[in-house]
């Protein structure tokens, strides 16, 4: 697998992340327009940041459940917002069993209505609240240009909907939910992110606030990898559900619902990426070490199979043994599917008790006895977990830009891109005039934001905070 069959990295992400996607194996596309198969080694990804973020979820008290693909329509119809902003993307179902049914049906786009509804008929005193739970499901958005993992009319995700009795216990929710999804992304993907709360016009349909966690990609885009919504009581009153509260007065409880989706993939595979491939972070990596004995080395072999056997007690080994394959076929091969460390063995290496380890990271190949193969390993796999991570926040530092010139601001969104900190006096209809001007977007207000006295970017109105704009996916 020559290196040059990979589309050129710096010249065109998009090209380069479609290639890879295909060619390690990832995904494929669908017969279905705008849906994708996950092959087992993109699905194996999604598995690792399930059991990653399934336990912070349950530390928190979080149970998980599931609730029906199908939603009826007057459902979603009781909050306006909500279904003004899903209504473009519904997926309707208006024939079951050969006849036309009496209802129509929504393919599920997000899960409050339905959720919320069993919420009301399973609680009348606050002695029921909270209500903790969450749900790992697939979901329906009919999308019109899709990419893959980025954007698919059918993901995956997780989504945690709870309902408490108090504004404040809501908002703690919320903001648990952002710190879950950076700790997430930083200690799990090696990924940097910015937190904070979206502007009126960015967030979630009928929530309050919407807070996001903004990544940025090699290509100065911004991806939004998490989202966690104050609902307030929203969809309490839309669905007219009180409890009794202790002194037995009718309250409205307060909603969040948040949530992590297959995205998170994408920007994993972008984050790290190079032109060789992938660069998968050791701990989210489904094979942390591949064991290529070079082929037709008899003596290597067996050493080969012995370490497979020893090091699978501690590390996710993989053992090449493919036939028809050259050493230098497998070494790409390898590269390309991200895999953090290569040990190769030829007979040489074993007459002299040695074998030689190459890091994906860095390419730097490192000889050594195979008394400290163990030790050596697991440190090599926890700096490439932590350099991985200093890379993609260095990146995000150096692309950051504070400007107060919006003539800089242009000529930076029209060229290096990045995250541009600039003053915007919230006016939505200013926000939409830059949209047009620049086609960069409010990612959101950094959480800590201090306030300030500044006049706005684009029209020169008051302003008290620097909001972070960006090109998004």
Not at 123 to 143: A, D, G, H, K, M
Request: charged share 25%; glycine share 6%.
């Amino acid at each position: 697998m020559a290196k040059s069959q990979l589309k050129d990295f710096n010249a065109d992400l998009s090209e380069w992340f479609n290639d890879v996607v295909l060619k390690a194996e990832l995904a494929d596309y669908a017969p279905v327009k705008g849906c994708m198969i996950i092959r087992p080694y993109g699905y194996a990804l999604w598995e690792g940041i399930q059991s990653f973020l399934d336990k912070l979820i349950k530390e928190k008290g979080v149970k998980n459940a599931y609730f029906p693909l199908f939603i009826p329509i007057h459902y979603l119809q009781k909050e306006k917002e909500h279904i003004k902003g899903f209504s473009p993307q519904l997926a309707i179902v208006t024939i079951g069993g050969g006849e036309e049914l009496t209802e129509k049906l929504a393919v599920r786009p997000t899960s409050e209505t339905i959720m919320y509804g069993m919420y009301k008929k399973w609680t009348s005193s606050w002695r029921e609240l909270p209500i903790l739970i969450n749900q790992w499901c697939n979901v329906v958005r009919w999308e019109k240009r899709t990419y893959l993992f980025l954007r698919t009319s059918e993901f995956l995700w997780q989504e945690g909907h709870c309902a408490h009795l108090t504004s404040k216990e809501n908002m703690d929710m919320v903001l648990w939910a952002l710190d879950a999804y950076e700790k997430t992304y930083n200690d799990l993907l090696a990924m940097y992110g910015i937190k904070g709360v979206k502007s009126d016009a960015e967030k979630f349909a009928g929530a309050g606030s919407t807070f996001s966690l903004e990544c940025l990609m090699p290509n100065g885009k911004a991806l939004q990898s998490a989202t966690s919504h104050d609902l307030s009581q929203n969809f309490s009153k839309s669905f007219d559900w009180t409890v009794q509260d202790k002194n037995k007065a009718k309250v409205y409880p307060y909603q969040n619902s948040w949530g992590l989706s297959t995205r998170s993939i994408g920007g994993l595979i972008m984050a790290h990426g190079d032109e060789n491939g992938l660069k998968l972070p050791p701990l989210i990596a489904p094979i942390q070490v591949v064991i290529v004995p070079i082929p037709g080395h008899a003596t290597a072999l067996k050493l080969a199979q012995t370490l497979n056997i020893n090091l699978k007690k501690k590390f996710r080994v993989n053992l090449d043994t493919t036939d028809g394959e050259t050493a230098g076929f497998k070494f790409n091969k390898w590269e390309l599917k991200g895999v953090p460390l290569r040990l190769e063995i030829g007979d040489k290496d074993v007459s002299e008790n040695r074998v030689t380890l190459c890091r994906r990271d860095t390419g730097e190949k490192i000889t050594l006895p195979l008394l400290d193969l163990d030790k050596k390993i697991k440190e090599l796999l926890n700096t490439i977990q932590k350099s991985l991570f200093a890379q993609h926040k260095k990146f995000t530092d150096d692309h950051t830009f504070t400007v107060d010139s919006y003539d800089e601001f242009k000529k930076i969104m029209a060229t290096t891109r990045g995250f541009i900190k600039a003053f915007w006096c919230e006016n939505p209809d200013c926000e939409n005039e830059i949209k047009k001007d620049t086609k960069a977007t409010t990612r959101c207000l950094p959480l800590g934001s201090k306030e300030e006295e500044g006049k706005c970017i684009h029209c020169g109105g008051v302003s008290h905070h620097r909001w972070l704009f960006a090109l998004s996916y």
